[in-house]
């Protein structure tokens, strides 16, 4: 069960069968239901901005130097994010007695919170890191800028596009002089999985019995948000794989798909917005047959 508004309906959910529940860390609800003899799992939002956050230097950083915020989320290599994420989860796993820590947020921004806060991060945390990786950073930039070039003035990438019918060979002719492309997809995947170690030696430090989890992205966009489902097999129990075909927030198929709508819409007005739709269904893997095509539908609907 995810969830639970008071621990007064702790024994509703025993008396029909419900033995584990997920809830945000607050000690008191922790701690009532682990008496109860639930197995409990703590949700923490990895790289979460709480109020001490609240500065520009904290933010994600795209290759034009705009900071943006991302599911309530700053930049995944900050070191006092990561350490206030670390923090907190001593102080659950040092207190109580639960079964699970399952990080949520726990990648980069993805085209659901807008296509130019995906195009992050290169803030001067993201250039050490990337330096000590042995990756080119100004490389990995330029081509990020690129892109999202590509995007604002979509005429060029729209006809590539429909003469290549979306197939991959299309995208290798698009990436072309991008080299960094796939570079700094890699660098934001291991960005996310040497946090996710860094969780799971401190997990085991302090307890055998608590387990690590995540909620990961569905595999089609997981890799454009540095989740690797394979690596995370490596270092996690466990994950949540969020396989929404419909819903109102990020993850969500629908809802990033007409998000990037949303975005080339705005930028080029000129493009025919069914087709469009069409198109991104095709480039991720969907059959368009019977899906809305149309923003506002797509925003609300199924695909
Ligand atoms: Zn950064």
Redesign the pocket.
């Known amino acids: 069960m995810f969830g639970i508004p008071r621990l007064e309906y702790a024994d509703l959910l025993l008396e029909n069968g419900f033995k584990d529940i997920v809830v945000s860390y607050d000690p008191e609800l922790v701690k009532g239901l682990l008496d109860k003899g639930f197995n409990v799992h703590i949700v923490v939002g990895a790289f979460r901005l709480d109020n001490e956050f609240r500065d520009p230097r904290f933010l ?2 795209d290759p034009y130097g705009r900071r943006h915020i991302w599911f309530g989320s700053g ?1 995944p ?2 070191p006092d994010i990561r350490r206030r994420t670390l923090r907190q989860i001593s102080e659950i796993i040092e207190k109580h007695s639960v079964n699970s820590i399952l990080l949520d947020g726990i990648r980069f921004a993805s085209m659901g919170s807008g296509i130019e806060a995906f195009a ?2 290169f ?1 001067e ?2 250039r050490n890191k990337a330096e000590e990786y042995g990756y080119r950073f100004e490389e990995m930039k330029q081509s990020v800028k690129k892109m999202l070039n590509a995007f604002y003035d979509f005429k060029q990438a729209w006809d590539v596009l429909q003469a290549y019918r979306s197939s991959p060979a299309g995208f290798l002719d698009l990436a072309r002089g991008k080299h960094g492309l796939l570079d700094w997809l890699e660098f934001r995947e291991r960005s996310v999985s040497d946090f996710i170690v860094e969780v799971r030696n401190l997990i085991k430090s302090y307890s055998r019995k608590a387990s690590l989890g995540a909620y990961v992205f569905t595999p089609s966009l997981a890799f454009l948000v540095g989740q690797n489902y394979r690596e995370f097999w490596r270092y996690l129990d466990f994950v949540k794989p969020m396989v929404y075909r419909k819903g109102r927030g990020v993850a969500c198929l629908n809802f990033e798909l007409a998000r990037i709508a949303e975005d080339l819409l705005r930028w080029n007005p000129w493009l025919p917005e069914a087709e469009l739709i069409s198109l991104l269904y095709r480039v991720f893997g969907l059959q368009e047959e019977g899906f809305p095509i149309a923003r506002a539908r797509a925003l609300k609907q199924a695909v």
């Open positions: 994600a950083e930049c290599n900050n992050t991060c803030c945390n993201c």
